[in-house]
């Protein structure tokens, strides 16, 4: 077990270490820079050269990497020069209102969704479960951003039982969260149904069904928990995707998280918080995707951890 | 006594199982713990032992799927590397039979495509203008008719598929067949029509055949020599008569006596047989 | 401290029985509080700057300013050198006084900064030769540093620190109470603020980046205050009788420069004919009925040196007849860029009048930040921005952006240059307006541009906030306005 | 990417069981068919029915409600916020829909297939590659891959469907190679090795073929997605220029006026929904074909 | 080995619950198994009758789909639930297949225990061994304590070395032997008087496969069980069982005691099937095989089944569905020509 968390720490620092390198690329290949954005549309070429110079843009971008790289190490991801302060506090800052967002969301997700796709794959093919699987791919079918706006204007404008937008209070949590875990809820209610109804098949249920139980039983004490794994794998990626991926939503919402840091530090060009975010959005996926692992271990005692994928 | 057609020397196979933790080491299976076998020219040798005793394991290292740790494969002479580095002449010359007749053929593909397959990488085998009729002599061989060619895997019974595998393999004209288990899937009834057929075609194509089994009763029937393994080792190696009579090896005596065990009403078949005749 | 002129001491005995707690929601987050850096000229730092910080003098309007740190100021004769003499008695909100010393790091701050607003002051240098006085000295003169000026907040000395800006200090009507950057500014009143104390109990600004959301959010009262709502929200707005909703004229305008360096685009006959052949009234009465109206200028009527034009009349007939007659190549694409997505409809509909009489353009909406970088590098043949002028002064706007040296739309006449460079270095307005109605001739007639539009600014607030004036550029004041009722 | 684990669950050729008994024919199973039927001809065939150019706008006409009568008949489905016609959108987009999901689904297929039958059926050092590339593409947020190659390339089509491909192979790279993982253990693979058929060739008989059932149960539920993302992308501004109509365009530039016009947004957002839902069961449905009655 | 060959012919333990004295304790009347496939819908077991006495075996053997499974499960009601039967099946002196869903799950487990074929499959690869066992008892009511002592019993009981170890694996830590171990001390943990196992040792090694049919025989002896064994496995059933019951296609083709039917075939099927099997102890000639495939239950041939295969078909054998009778006293054969079976 020990070894199994170090190695996989090991290839999530050489993931970290693809995912640093990447955003350093990628933002970099992206036309226009830091300079461009800052001085804004009266700058004179003479003044670019000049701010260019002074933030180390114009060095030969292997050196610019390597000195990144460097700095990455010593986990010093620089200066936010939009928010004039070093850009893993402003990330870090907007971490919380993320990961309440994502858990939330995840929550709702995990519990309506178990609870639909077991209702639908306790009897495959059944007119509930055709109905389920019918409901679940609408739902992951609906625009998010026409969900959050729609959800807006009937909640906040025409009942004004919920605020509209802003962070902070438990009120201002629900219509974001719901609305980032519609086709989320799809999701896991498409793959606890498919693992449901794939379990159901199994011998041992016909061997606790031997034993005299009833289907409730069968259900509760043989079924859920034995087709929990794909479901599992699958939150544990998705909960990482979301951190990052919920710049619609957070938008929509006015919610002061990563994703719509992210996008709008990639427009000011604020590599600094660029790389930050996207550091710490690939170590949450990493560490999520360990624990999903984990937790699937602790589920199947068959799976030995090292032998993913 | 003819010289033999493959010779097994020393033969190790290891498996290295996940690391359990970081000082624990590896879990360590060693599946073929220095085997010697020799199979020789027109016979069959049995190679039996209960589950795990590393059977398979001696045939996948004999048809180079699995490297071996250490130890050599020779056949006729020549040492015997990995399937794919092999010379041609040999890849054709040593062919197998698998247990499970669902999964040993290509479900995509007919029956006579698979067949044709093997003629695609070895065309001298049967030149490409007279392969239809290759084809229906092969077919013919395993006790097929024509018909059957046009056919997928999923069409045909058990017996019929098995069948199928065994012209695959003949396909090629191998020097030498290993059967894995190659009647332990089929039914009762079809399992003698298989195990007859083996027997007849060894003969008719001058085949050495590797046989693998865990049924005692089947290797009586058909063996000239047995070989037996446990955990990985030869624990005896005699002509089937001797090792029946007079078993020299403990386990080779409690695997007799558990099957003896069975036997239950031995009595009773022995009787009908009789009738029957 | 804014505009008003009324006795303060009123004001505060009014307010302090109303109070109360203002939420605004402005349509740019705040990322940034520092006046100096590369956010400088970011609407949202610039509201936040003015409800914290202190300016040297407030543009009041086209050429009027009002001293609010100074409490006069005189340039020289060739305008190179302002000289300001500061007010008595102001203080920091920690209650150091605001003395020349920090006007001058301040202004070394901008200068050394890595922002937009060093720009503005290439060649200047500063000094205080004694407590309250302070020089600016500018290598060339500089008629509208005036403008310039208006956007420069004072900070305490202590602002080149590190993490200042997390808590700042400043002598502006509010002080910091938390700042979620990007997210919320929380405000209280500066009890020590030279004109005043203002009455609210707090002000918070939001960030509320999506239409919808904001003007929901005002509509329910989680916000009191907002602007630049876009047209189509306006109507909804005024008919809710709890809101009031205005519009005040404002710097913008409306601006599509074409690019004289692109052949097709070169002749100016062409420039003219393409805007003939776009029917800009119905798209405006169309598009924009609350916020625009047809522009006669290059520059806003709220801008000095405005002087109106004749105005450009839909012809397609005769703009199609004065391409033939420029032998223009209809097979030309026009690339069309923009970096604003609410310009999208706007754009559509020019774009399908050009197409009606057989010219092809192509709309590009770029990302800012290669928007930008597109621009300075000429990489469009049409370009469309919605251009104010800073300080109210058309040196900013046609002083800096129409010269030979700045090449900033491949546009080059070397009359217009002189007359520019004339115009930038006299301090008198009366010859400065002159110059500038002979320049805005030029640039109309020769259609450097295309100039559809005036902009102006909206406004809607709920009807328990008191004594809010929307201001023209959009970044409004707060330090008199009283909130109840919520 | 999460969606290949849907069919990871059940992917694994199983042992190639007796064909298990076949589902009767329910009449209402054919409803799927016929609306996605019917969406191809509508884009296939709807442009040449319905004349409309996207570039020409109608400022005066902007915002009418459905039923309205125009300048040029009546706007069936109402306008948008310059006076298109909404119905000739939703047409329209319809073909841009399809050709950018069936782009996107391609191309992704394409490449992740490829990656995952290697990775799965060579292990070892290219194994180790693709793997760790797929790690750090999951762990990368997508929204900045496709705002940098949206500014990197001119805004088009092709931009956004290389912005939806640069993520979207490594669901089909995870399924493939899983799946070729568990062939490459099944005994007909053994047979061929031992006849000596070469890598290539064995990979592209005898495992690749096995791939196509759940590839194409994947692809449906790509397809559907990748429509919905260039919906998103329009809403953050990277999606098609404008004279290129799709739904996602359509439903973007509604949105401010949901609470008044919601016929800009709400009928393409219905074609757009319906199809995904068809597209859904025609998956879901594949998906149970390929992996129960794998034979 | 003729220790245990006696096992067989003990006579029903004296106290047994049987209902009445000569009465079989259970007994399958006209079964009748039918399922959908695809288009059409096959009659898998068709008119199957068959008796369990009380403390005796009844062995059900025959090919790969003759339906052998089908009909214990329809015992207990564990059929796909697309399958409609009809017939009776009299436990104790109430019909099983009309019984009430609860009734029938009282049955299951208590009345009547079952063993599974692949028993890796058939136990829950995430719950320990204890709790799987257990949970009968536990859901019966009894306190977790004595639960525990209980299955630590069972264990025991069923030749498990170590309980106190063994009952907190998993099954896959267990060797095969071992878990088939478990399933019989699963079942019984209800203390049935019956239990069904089905082919409880096909998947398991020869040396294996004898220890657990020695248990099997010890239990019936010991806990007074009756016992429906399942097996394709003519061996194993010549070794335990007293009466048996040969099945072809879904239908009965011969029935009586195992003795007897397995040395005096009156069904040329059950005949070819002894003749097949091969000796350890006396080397003996391959048999000449039965021709063809068994055949399906879905395209059963019309007449006798096994006519395609039978080297005494007529032309009766083609159109006329042989019924089964009593050829002599307890033995039961569907051939038209049982008689000429043995001469
Ligand atoms: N690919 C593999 N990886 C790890 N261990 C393996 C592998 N293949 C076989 N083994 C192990 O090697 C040992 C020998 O296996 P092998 O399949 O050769 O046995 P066998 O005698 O053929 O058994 P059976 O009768 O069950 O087929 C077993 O313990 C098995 O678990
Ligand atoms: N779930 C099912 N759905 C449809 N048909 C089935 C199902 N299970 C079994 N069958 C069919 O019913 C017939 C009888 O099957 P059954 O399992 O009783 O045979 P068996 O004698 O137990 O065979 P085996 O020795 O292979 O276990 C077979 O033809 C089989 O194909
Ligand atoms: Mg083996
Ligand atoms: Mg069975
Ligand atoms: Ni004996």
Known sequence: MSYFVIKRLAIGLLT?????????????????????????????????????????????????????LGDVVRLDFGESYRFGRPAMDQVIERFPATVQLTLAATAMAIVFGLILGVVAGKKPGSALDRAVSTVALGLQALPPFWVGIMFILIFALQLQVLPSAGGGSLANLVLPAVTLSIPFTALVARMTRSGVAETMSEAFVLTARSKGLTETQVLTGHVVKNSLIPVVTVVGLQVGTLLGGAVIIETVFAWPGLGSLLVGAVGNRDYAVVQAATVLIGLCVIVLNLAADIVNAKLDPRIRLEARR | MSSPVLEIRDLRVVFTGPRRSLRGGRTVVQAVAGVDLDVRAKETLALVGESGSGKSTVARCVLGLVRPQAGTVTYEGRALGPVDKRPAEVQRAIQ????????????????????????????????????????????????????????????????????????????????????????????????????????????????SVLFITHDLAVVRQIADRVAVMRTGELVECATAEQLFTAPAHPYTRGLLSAAHDLEGTRAGFEHTREQIR | ACSSSDDPASETGDSVAAGGDLTVAGPIPIENLDPHGPASMDAGTQLAARAIFSQLVVSTGSGEFEGELAESWEPNADASEWTFTLREGVEFSDGTPVTAADVVASFERVLAGEGPLA?????????????????????????????????FFVTPQAAAEAGFFQEPIGSGPFVVESFEPGATLRLTPNAGYWDGEPALDSLEFQSIPEVAARMTALQTGEV????????????????????????????????????????????????RALWQAVDFE??????????????????????????????????????????????????????????????????????????????????????????????????????LQQLGSQGYDAATNLGRLYTCEANRMGYCNEDLDRILAEAGSTSDTAQREELYAQAIEIIWNDGVGMYPMFVEQPYAWRSGVEGFEPVSDGVPYFDEVTVSGD | ???????????????????????????????????????????????????????????????????????????????????????????????????????????????????????????????AVISRTVDILMAFPGILLAIVIAGLLERGMNVVIIALSVGGWVGFARLSRSITMSTRERDWVDAARIMGLSKSATLTRHIVPFLTGSVVALATIELASAVLSEAALSFLGLGLPPHIVSWGQAIAGGREHLGTAWWITVFPGIALTVLVICIGLVGDRLTRRFTRQRD | MTDQHSATVVAPAAGDPAPAPGAPLLRVEDLEVVLPSGATTGTVIDKVSFAVDAGRTTGLIGESGSGK?????????????????????????????????????????????????????????????????????????????????????????????????????????????????????????????????????TALDVTTQARILRLLADLREQEHLA??????????????????????????AERGPAREVLERPRHPYTRALANNVPAVSTRSAIAEPLQGAPANPFERPAGCAFHPRCPLAQDRCRTEVPVLREVEPGRFSACHRAEEVLP
């Open chain 3, 224 to 271: 009191d205050v907002t602007w630049s709502m876009p047209d189509d929200q306006i109507a909804a707005l005024k008919s809710d009788s709890d809101l009031t909703v205005e519009t005040v004229p404002s710097p913008g305008v409306l601006t599509m420069w074409m690019n004289g360096s692109t052949p097709a685009l070169q002749d100016p006959a062409v420039r």
């Open chain 1, 16 to 68: 970290i270490w693809g995912v640093v390198t990447a955003v350093f690329v990628v933002v970099r290949l992206a036309p226009g820079d830091q300079a461009t954005v800052a001085l804004g549309p009266d700058a004179t070429p003479a003044e670019l050269e000049a701010l260019r110079s002074s933030l180390g843009l114009d060095r030969p971008l292997p050196l610019q990497y390597l000195s990144y």
């Open chain 5, 69 to 201: 499974t089908m009909s214990a499960m329809s015992i207990v009601g564990l059929l796909p639930p697309e399958a409609v039967t009809s017939g009776r099946v009299t436990w104790r002196s109430e019909d099983l297949l009309t019984a009430a869903p609860r009734r029938l799950r009282q049955v299951r487990g208590r009345e009547i225990g079952v063993i599974f074929q692949d028993p890796l499959a058939a136990l829950n690869p995430i719950q320990t061994v204890g709790r799987q066992i257990g949970e009968i008892l536990r859901r019966g009511g009894m306190a977790r304590q004595q639960v525990r002592v209980r299955v630590l019993e069972l264990l025991d009981r069923v030749g498990i070395p170590d309980p106190d170890q063994r009952i907190d694996v998993y099954p896959h830590e267990l060797s095969g032997g071992m878990r088939q171990r478990v399933m019989i001390a699963m079942a019984l943990a209800g203390e049935p008087q019956l239990i069904i196992a089905d082919e409880p040792t």
């Open chain 3, 119 to 151: 720009g503005n002051f290439g060649g200047y240098t500063v000094a205080a030769p004694d407590e309250s006085t302070v020089v600016f000295t500018s290598a060339a003169p500089d008629a509208a540093f005036l403008g310039k000026i208006s956007s």
């Open chain 4, 1 to 127: 990417m999460t969606q290949s684990d849907i069919l990871l669950t059940e992917a694994a050729p199983g042992p190639a069981a007796p064909p298990g008994p076949r589902r009767r024919r329910r009449p209402l199973s054919a409803i799927p068919y016929v609306i996605i039927g019917i969406y191809v001809l509508a884009a296939a065939i709807g442009p040449f029915l319905i004349d409309y150019d996207p570039v020409a706008t109608e400022v005066t006409e902007r915002l009418l409600p459905p039923g309205s009568a125009t300048g040029s008949g009546t706007a069936w489905l109402g306008t948008d916020a310059v006076g298109r016609d909404v119905l000739a959108q939703v047409v329209y987009g319809a073909r841009t829909s399809f050709i950018i999901g069936i782009s996107v689904v391609a191309l992704c297929g394409l490449i992740g297939v490829a990656l995952g039958a290697i990775a799965g059926y060579s292990g070892g050092l290219s194994d």
């Open chain 5, 227 to 252: 016992l429906l064994l399942v097996s394709h496995d003519l061996r194993v059933m010549a070794h335990v069982a007293d009466d048996v019951v040969v099945m072809y296609a879904g239908r009965v």
């Open chain 3, 282 to 383: 119905a798209i405006i009465a169309s598009l924009y009925p609350e916020t625009g109206t047809p522009a006669d200028s290059p520059i806003s009527p709220a801008v000095l040196g405005y002087a109106p034009q004749e105005p450009v009349e839909y012809d397609p007939e005769a703009a199609k007849a004065a391409l033939d007659a420029a032998g223009f190549d209809y097979g030309t694409v026009i690339r069309w860029q923009f970096s604003q997505a609410n310009f999208r409809n706007f754009v559509d509909a020019v774009v399908s009048d050009l197409a009606d009489i057989g010219v092809t353009v192509e709309p590009q909406e770029k990302e800012q930040a290669v928007f930008l970088e597109d621009l300075l590098a000429l990489n469009w043949d049409m370009n």
């Open chain 2, 96 to 207: 197998m039979v698998f247990q499970d007749p669902g999964s040993s053929l290509n479900p995509r593909m007919t029956v006579g495509a698979i067949i044709r397959e093997a003629w695609k990488v070895h065309p001298a085998v049967a030149p490409e203008g007279d392969r239809r009729q290759a084809l229906a002599d092969v077919l013919a061989d395993v006790g097929l008719d024509a018909g059957v060619a046009g056919r997928r895997p999923s069409a045909l019974s058990g017996g019929q598929r098995q069948r199928v595998s065994i012209a695959r393999a003949l396909a090629l004209r191998p020097r030498l067949l290993v059967c894995d288990e190659a009647v332990s899937a089929l039914d009762v009834s079809v399992q003698s029509q298989i195990l007859r057929l083996l027997v007849d075609l060894r003969r008719t194509h001058d085949l």
